[in-house]
């Protein structure tokens, strides 16, 4: 639930179905595994996830469904989180290599959810597929130990500014961005959102830096799952980290421009690249 400017929206969300009914708008085969209740709100979830031909891949749970409510008034938000049955997936290797995916985009997990992220992080690591993190701030606060087993396999760690520090224990975008290319895959590439300041993105040899545009801000939930989307995707397709800031920031400055955080998410790949030329991103 979102309320804003007095108007209260219903609508589905959470950072694994945001990304993967990105995904299935660009084009690519998307499944999206999460822990849903047997409840009506898994009914409205379920029918959001056919009509986006996302696969569903996870579990149903006896208990309810999570949700938010997320209050938003000139321009701060703050949310108020149910965590339901999130927590409760109870995945090990032998049901990602079920999956059998060529490429994962990790949420955070907690609970038991989180014994079942880290097993997919092993079967990745064995298997050579490729994944993003991106781990929200209750996750990065754990540190750099708590992650390492997951960060160590990463080809792509996104997240935003204060999540960074949190995580780094830096307080300057550089330092966390060398701290943690340190700690992922040799050829892994660290992004670090700051909002309406831009985004960064570290490979090892050359930091990039890209400055979005002036726009209308209605709503800026699901903004950072758009940015994430964006660039793995550009990612999975192999272009270069300048290409895949450009593919994050057209979606995210979509994103923000509507109620809800699929409600503008882009369809089709020559869209984002039409919006790329047009704004001279």
Sequence with gaps: MITCNNHITFDVGGGALNTAVAFSRLGLKAGC?????NDESKEIVMRRIDREKVDFLGQ???????????????GERTILVYKGVNSELDFNKRDFE??????????????KSFDSLSNAAEYCQGKGAGYTFNPSMYVAEKGMK????????????????????ALTKKHDVDHALKMLKENIRKDGVVVITDGANGAYSYDGSYKYY?????????ETTGAGDAFASGFVYGRINKADIE??????????????????AQTNLLRGFSNVRYK??????
């Design 33 to 37: 595994v999460v822990a849903l209740g």
């Design 60 to 74: 149903v749970k006896e208990g309810d469904t999570g949700y938010s409510i997320i209050l938003t008034t000139q």
């Design 98 to 111: 079920n999956i059998n995916a060529g490429y994962f985009y990790f949420s955070t997990m907690t609970g």
């Design 146 to 165: 708590y992650l390492r087993a997951i960060l160590q396999g990463c080809d792509v760690i996104i997240l935003n500014k204060e999540e960074s520090f």
């Design 210 to 218: 890209i400055k979005p545009r002036k726009v209308k801000v209605v």
């Design 243 to 260: 290409t895949c800031m450009s593919y994050g920031l057209q979606e995210s400055e979509s994103v923000i421009q509507a109620i809800g």
């Design 276 to 281: 790329i030329k047009k704004n001279k991103l």
